[in-house]
């Protein structure tokens, strides 16, 4: 074993236990002590059965990143596509973000924040291989070529495969300083390759978090407080018990467990029990009184998060006002939330999809009385995950551990869909306030956005990351606010921080969803009082926003913007920048039955360089998809302090006939990747609102569309 | 009870109001076939019930007697099947992919009793099975991979 140090870590070899190869990566060793190879955590493995394992830390939702990732590492090994395996990564400190000190899959960051050490790595790798070789054949490395997972002499023809390299190489000094390959050398990196994890997928045997079967597995489900932050006063668990296959009945912080053979039993289980609730701190709240609340807030100054210029003297104009409300929205991923536990000599093992493996892991130890050591998390495939896996209070988590504590055997706590649709956690309601100042060129001389929303990093660690001690504001509050493209020279953003006892968590796109609406709105608004067409006033105010007017010219012309539509359709558009990356996109809308219908939507997405073309279209599909769902209908409500949605029925996300025709550009790029998961979402709901604009002159004030009559 | 899945014969010790759903996957360790509404509204636990497409979540055993349940974890023993699940991998259809059963379940069925489906049939047909990865357009060329090229 060997070890060398590079700037963020040390990248290490060792010997794996088949004899293969190990490369990963060790943090500094405190005293200096060199590592063991139990310290070795690997990013891949090559056994000496030729095998290539690539250990991702990273979480597979669906945003395809067991994909992408592997093609970055399997392109500098210069392997076949289909040559590398993946498994999930235990949680350890290796296996931090390089955004955050913490093991987790949001932000968009995955590509983003993996891709220079997944080349070093892979390169490194070969390299290692390379070296292996030379000694084994007895020729000079600069005569060997690697491909197809083979280690080649050019001259003679004679070559080994990885495999058969594996264990010299792991006896190897680890290279400093590893070139990766240029990018005209790469094979799959920009490719749009197919996705790793297809057949399982397919065939039933993909295993998600819900479909972990232990020996003895037992079931749950919690009945919990019919209002946020309601406490169990009582319960009778006679009737619950009577149930057959019911086993036990016990609180648990988040309400009364009911755990039995199989979860029918235990849904029936909780059906039959009798709990009496105390204290809720939600009690009696409303939607409308919010609503009414935060519109009322929104017109006074709030907290200044950002200004340039001076609004109040940018001079006299054509001044126009807009009002743009949005709801509380649930994540509702496919997959119920759930998790499992088994506590054992060894600790705790919890088998979960999860977004946050090390702060779930941690709440997890914290909980059982366990050395954060004793408790390994198991990340399984996420049926869809947008946030809601990704909950600093690790509440499924949290929960699943208290289920089980004590129980004697393994058990699977799971949501049901309405648990999920009441169950909180969503994406803040929010208000925004925007007036404008048009000078006689119809351009803005200023700009106000006021914002009425909660954090919600609230009473979290990342309040110290996100938040500006100077305002108190955290800065995922006015994200796509602040950072207003267009040229205007007077500008102030502002919030009213709201502290509803409702809680809530970043939901994909977290706040740009409710500031690109307004914005974009907004700025329609705008180019419709100045009497110009949206994308040329757009255009001009974008002056100095390359990518931004990359990817709004390359939408409007796959659209066809400015080209006849058929009669009874219009055309809308929005960029917005987010994650790094800008999309823009153009919906093409109609009335049916009143009711506004997207036919089409033309997408063009600047996310730098496209590691799977093929797999960004998807996201920005997806994610075109997601947030149409929130516009056309996505809203949770509150009466009386109790949630009014509980399903798909009167929580309905867009279905097949719904779903428009989606086209996605790639603008060409060479820069560092940037992010993809989540920046397709924002645009979709200003698009569509604009082009039902152009077609009924009826501008949407508020979120979903439901509420406007568009006729 | 006594059930029929995948050409095998169970007892189970389970009440004859137990949906089919939490059979399969409690008891049976069959978990293909997932759980996303309970309630008939999202198409995720989409089976066969000889040869028609139902809801497992509101389908009690009782229903069941001398019927014969198919699964996704043997629709691929089929013929046309085989063929739905090649289509699915050649259109690179799943993402998060816990929606897949169900619509490759309800494709099987729309297929064997329309060979070549339009866009209308596969919209009828499949707009009881949510994907909220939006995966929709990818699933329709699918069907028509499968049924041999568009209608």
Redesign the interface.
């Known amino acids: 074993m060997s070890a060398v140090t590079t700037r963020r870590d040390f990248l290490i070899a060792a010997g794996a236990a088949t004899g293969g190869l190990v490369l990963g990566i060790t943090l500094p060793v405190r005293g200096g002590a060199a590592p063991s190879s139990t310290d070795v955590n690997a990013y891949v493995r090559i056994g000496s059965d030729g095998k290539v394992t690539f250990v991702v830390p990273k979480s597979e939702m669906g945003q395809g990143t067991y994909t992408g990732l592997a093609q970055i590492l399997a392109d500098e090994l210069d392997l076949d596509w289909g040559a590398i395996s993946v498994e999930s990564a235990p949680v350890n400190p290796v296996y931090n973000s390089s955004f955050a000190p913490m093991q987790f899959t949001g932000g968009s960051s995955s590509i983003p924040g993996s891709f220079e050490l997944l080349r070093k790595t892979g390169a490194t790798a070969r390299q290692l291989l390379v070296s292996a070789a030379a000694a084994e054949l007895g020729v000079p490395e600069a005569e060997l070529s690697t491909a197809h997972g083979v280690v080649t002499h050019r001259a003679s023809g004679r070559h080994v495969g990885y495999g058969a390299l594996a264990a010299r190489a792991a006896t190897l000094p680890v290279p400093a300083n590893v070139t990766p390959k240029a990018p005209a050398d790469w094979k799959l990196i920009g490719r749009p390759l197919p996705r790793v994890d297809t057949q399982g997928k397919t065939d039933g045997s993909a295993g998600f978090g819900i479909d972990v079967r232990l020996p003895g597995l037992h079931y749950a489900v919690i009945a919990r407080a019919p209002s946020f932050g309601g406490k169990v006063a009582s319960f009778d668990a006679a009737a619950a018990k009577a149930v057959p296959g019911v086993v036990a009945v016990k609180e648990v912080p988040s309400g009364v467990a009911v755990i039995a053979t199989n979860t029918w039993a235990a849904i029936r289980g909780r059906a039959a029990l009798k709990v009496e609730w105390q204290g809720a701190a939600a009690a009696g709240l409303s939607s409308k009184t919010i609503a009414a609340d935060y519109a009322e807030r929104a017109k006074q100054p709030g907290v200044v998060v950002h200004e340039r210029g001076n609004v109040e003297g940018a001079g006299a104009g054509h001044r126009l006002e807009g009002d743009f409300a949005t709801p509380f929205l649930a994540h509702a991923p496919m997959e119920p939330l759930n998790a499992a536990v088994a506590f054992s000599d060894a600790g705790l093992d919890v088998y979960v999809g999860t977004q946050f493996q090390t702060v779930d892991r941690n709440a997890a130890a914290e909980l059982a009385g366990l050395p954060p050591e004793k408790v390994r998390i198991h990340t399984r495939f996420l049926g869809g995950g947008f946030g809601r896996r990704a909950n600093p209070f690790s509440d499924f988590v949290r929960e699943a551990v208290a289920v089980g504590r004590g129980f004697g055997k393994p058990v699977l706590t799971v949501w049901t869909r309405e648990d999920d649709v009441k169950g909180g956690y969503y994406r803040p309601q929010a208000h925004n306030r925007l007036t404008a100042t048009l000078g006689a060129d119809g351009r803005p001389l200023a700009w106000t956005h006021t914002q009425v929303i909660q954090s919600i990093i609230r009473n979290t660690p990342f309040e110290a990351m996100m938040r500006d001690p100077k305002t108190g504001i955290d800065v995922i509050q006015h994200e796509g606010a602040s950072e207003l493209p267009y040229k205007v020279a007077n500008l102030r953003v502002a919030v009213h921080d709201s502290t509803l006892p409702v809680p809530v968590l970043w939901w994909r796109s977290v706040g740009h969803t409710n500031t690109a609406f307004a914005v974009e709105s907004f700025i329609d608004e705008c180019a419709h009082a100045a009497h110009q067409d949206p994308v040329a006033y757009r255009i001009a105010l974008l002056e100095g926003q390359p990518r931004h007017l990359a990817a709004l010219k390359l939408a409007a012309d796959k659209a066809g913007w400015g080209t006849p539509l058929p009669k009874g359709r219009a055309r809308g558009v929005a960029v917005h920048a987010s994650f790094g990356s800008v999309v823009a996109e153009v919906a093409e809308v109609s009335l049916v039955g009143g009711r506004p219908r997207v036919h089409r939507v033309v997408a063009a997405i600047d996310c730098g360089l496209a590691v799977n073309p093929g797999q960004v279209a998807y996201q920005v599909e997806s994610a075109v998809c997601y947030g149409l769902s929130a516009t056309l209908y996505g809203e949770i409500t509150l009466a009386d302090g109790r949630v009014e949605q509980s399903n798909f029925n009167d929580y309905p996300p867009v279905r097949m006939a719904e779903m428009p025709a989606v086209e996605v550009h790639i603008v060409p790029s060479t820069a560092a990747p940037t992010g993809v998961g989540e920046p397709g979402t924002p645009p979709i709901a200003p698009a569509v609102a604009n082009a039902l604009y152009a077609l009924t002159k009826v501008r949407a004030r508020r979120l979903p569309l439901a509420h406007t009559t568009f006729a | 009870m006594r059930i029929d899945v995948n050409g095998q014969t169970h007892e189970l010790d389970?009440?004859p109001e137990?949906?089919l759903l939490?059979a399969l996957?409690?008891?049976l360790?069959?978990?293909?076939?997932?759980?996303?509404?309970?309630?008939a509204?999202?198409g995720?636990c989409t089976v066969h019930v000889d040869g028609q497409p139902v809801r497992a979540c509101v389908t009690p055993l009782s229903a069941l007697a001398d019927k014969k349940v198919t699964?996704?974890?043997a629709i691929?023993a089929t013929a046309l099947g085989r063929k739905v699940?090649d289509a699915?991998?050649a259109e690179?259809?799943?993402?998060?992919?816990?929606?897949?059963?169900g619509q490759?379940m309800s494709a099987v069925a729309l297929l064997a009793a329309t060979p070549k489906p339009t866009d209308e049939d596969?919209?009828?047909a499949?707009?009881?099975?949510?994907?909220?990865?939006?995966?929709?357009?990818?699933?329709?060329k699918a069907i028509h991979r499968a049924a041999g090229g568009p209608a």
């Open positions: 389970a009440p137990m949906p939490w996957r409690d008891l360790s069959l978990t293909g076939t997932k759980f996303g509404c309970g309630a509204l999202c995720a699964t996704i974890e691929g699940q699915w991998v690179d259809v799943p993402q998060c992919g816990y929606c897949q059963s490759i596969i919209n009828t499949l707009n009881g099975n949510l994907c909220r990865c939006g995966t929709y357009n990818r699933i329709r």
